[in-house]
């Protein structure tokens, strides 16, 4: 499985971005996609996590300003963030596993597959 984010930018406290996350190589029907983020120097933070069946976790001290989503269409991953706080400035990979438990959102941080992340700049 191959995963490239984009969409990572430098904004202001208050401002908004959605991240996307190109997959490919999928195989099977039966999967979980989703997100993290690292600060360096800190431990990874599981953000979010979607299942084939579209239900969505989100970490504990994140719900309400994020949401992950997934076009099957064009099988891109999305997380959109909005507002944006100076803390969530951070690297966001996103990653994938095929039959992998989903939930909760920290799930994620044991995903086979991730990219090599996009980078996330939120000033005050």
């Known amino acids: 499985v191959q995963l490239v984010e984009s969409g990572g930018a430098s904004v202001q406290a208050g401002g908004s971005l959605r991240l996307s996350c190109q997959i490919s190589g999928l195989k099977y029907n039966f999967y979980c996609l989703g997100w993290f983020r690292q600060v360096e120097g800190k431990e990874r933070e599981g953000v979010a996590t979607?299942?084939?069946?579209?239900?969505?976790s989100y970490g504990d001290s994140l719900y309400g300003r994020f949401t992950i989503s997934h076009d099957n269409a064009t099988n891109t991953l999305y997380l959109q963030i909005v507002p944006l706080k100076p803390d969530d400035s951070a690297v966001y990979h996103c990653a994938a596993d095929e039959f992998q438990i989903c939930h909760p959102a920290e799930a994620v941080l044991e995903f086979d597959a991730w990219g090599l992340g996009t980078q996330v700049t939120v000033s005050s």
């Open positions: 979607i299942d084939s069946d579209g239900h969505a």
